[in-house]
C-alpha cells in the first residue's frame, strides 16, 4: 500500500516559498543591488521566487566525469615530479 502524500517526511515536501518576509526581501534586494538604505520598508518591491531544478542521474554522472577528470591533471603534475625518484630508485 502507498503512503498518503500528507505522511511523507518533511524532507521531501520542501517547496520553493513565494512568500516572503520583509527581512528576506531586503536581502534578495540587496543582493541584487536594488536595494538603497533611503528606502522605506513599507511599499518594497516584488521578489521574484528562485526555483533550483533537480538535477537527473545522467546529469549527476556527467558533473561526476568533469571533477574526475579535472583531478587527473593536478595529480599528474605530481607524478611527472616524482617520475625521476622512481625512475632513480627502480634503477638502484
Not at 503512503?3 to 518533511?10: E, F, G, R, V, Y
Amino acid at each position: 500500500m502507498s503512503i498518503d502524500k500528507s505522511l511523507k517526511t518533511k524532507g521531501k515536501l520542501v517547496r520553493p516559498r513565494n512568500v516572503f518576509t520583509r527581512v528576506e526581501r531586503i536581502k534578495i534586494l540587496k543582493g541584487e543591488g536594488k536595494w538603497e538604505p533611503t528606502m522605506s520598508v513599507f511599499g518594497i518591491p516584488k521578489v521574484k521566487t528562485v526555483k533550483l531544478k533537480r538535477k537527473t542521474k545522467s546529469e549527476k554522472k556527467a558533473a561526476k566525469a568533469e571533477t574526475a577528470e579535472a583531478a587527473p591533471t593536478a595529480t599528474s603534475k605530481e607524478a611527472s615530479a616524482a617520475a625521476p625518484a622512481a625512475k632513480e630508485k627502480a634503477k638502484k
